[in-house]
């Protein structure tokens, strides 16, 4: 799917595409197996901005960098340390 993606669409939007459906995927299989979900409302903004920070900057910043011509292995490289 990435490969066809890669050449035609912005990788921000390919990215926001991919967490929606993998969102919709782990939310179906968790309530499926009864796993135990956050129980106030702080726990979950803590749960929220963690993935926001984690998967936006991290996730974001190589798929924006390759996009604009940094090879794939200097990212790993920089990603890996």
């Not at 799917?1 to 939007?13: K, S, Y």
């Not at 903004?45 to 940094?70: E, K, N, P, Q, T």
Request: aromatic share 10%; hydrophobic share 55%; net charge positive.
């Amino acid at each position: 799917m990435a490969g066809v993606v890669a050449g035609r669409a912005d990788p921000l939007t390919f990215l926001t595409l991919r967490h929606g459906a993998s969102a919709v995927v782990f939310t179906v299989l968790s309530v499926a197996v009864g796993a135990a979900w956050p129980r106030d409302a702080r726990t979950w903004r803590d749960a929220l901005v963690a993935g926001m920070l984690l998967h936006g900057f991290y996730i974001g910043g190589v798929f924006w960098s390759v996009a604009h011509g940094l090879p794939a292995g200097v990212t790993a490289l920089v990603t890996g340390l």
